[in-house]
């Protein structure tokens, strides 16, 4: 609240929250080329930066980037936790090493998956899933708004599940999902599609249809596809 440009921390070194159960919030630019720690409660990352460290969350502790600007992760950054790792607004490039073996929570702005990136849970609420990579999912993915978008991929394992949701639309946009688990359908939210978006239910993989919605195509481009090797079933 004082003006002029944000305050910058660039760190080579390791900055960590080690205690309280709160948010800790840094609304400064953050360059971390060193280890960025969320041991306890919440690290709160406001302002973008530009990284090549690592980041890590604890089981319990949440490490969040929001606010606005841009949050490059370079090719040789790493995220890892067994915590929340959380995308609450502005934009974050992931183009390193992600592999979450926590929870991976979007609800405001975009996270760009640039690469090989795999997480255990997930919940996109609001906001964009996108990016030119594959998300793979091993457990649970709660999608209950928001978008799926960009050229690259969700991957639901077999054993996983996306459970899509609740009374929201969502978008659902040139991006593939690939299902050897479950895709289940339920809730009032129609699933607004285009540019080519597709769902590759592999075989062993079942898409479940449990309410009475659309996927629509009403975006523009190239149709939507389904391309079905498994079960597709109205429950």
Known sequence: NIGGNPPLLSNAGTVRKSGGTGTSTLQVVVNNDG???????TVNLN???????????????????????TMTLETNSTVSGAGTIGFSGGT????????????????????NFNGSASTKD???????????????????????????????ATTIASGGSLVTSGVNDKGFSQ????????????????????????????????????SDQTW?????????????????RKS
């Open 47 to 69: 302002k973008g930066g530009d990284s090549h460290g690592s980041f890590n969350a604890s089981a319990g502790a949440t490490l969040n980037f929001g606010g606005n600007g």
């Open 122 to 152: 997930g919940t996109l609420s609001e906001g964009n899933l996108s990016g030119s990579g594959t998300l793979t999912v091993s457990g649970t993915m709660n999608w209950t708004g928001g978008t799926m978008a960009g050229t690259g």
């Open 35 to 41: 280890s960025l720690l969320a041991q306890s409660g």
């Open 216 to 232: 629509a195509f009403n975006i523009g481009g190239n149709p939507p596809l389904l391309s079905n090797a498994g079960t597709v």
């Open 92 to 111: 974050v490039d992931v183009n390193g090493g992600y592999a979450v073996t926590g929870s991976t929570v979007i609800n405001v702005g975009t996270a």
């Open 175 to 210: 991006r593939t999902i690939n299902n050897a688990g479950t895709l289940s359908w339920s809730g009032t939210g129609n699933l607004n599609s285009g540019n080519g978006a597709t769902i590759n239910n592999q075989a062993g993989g079942v898409f479940d249809l449990q």
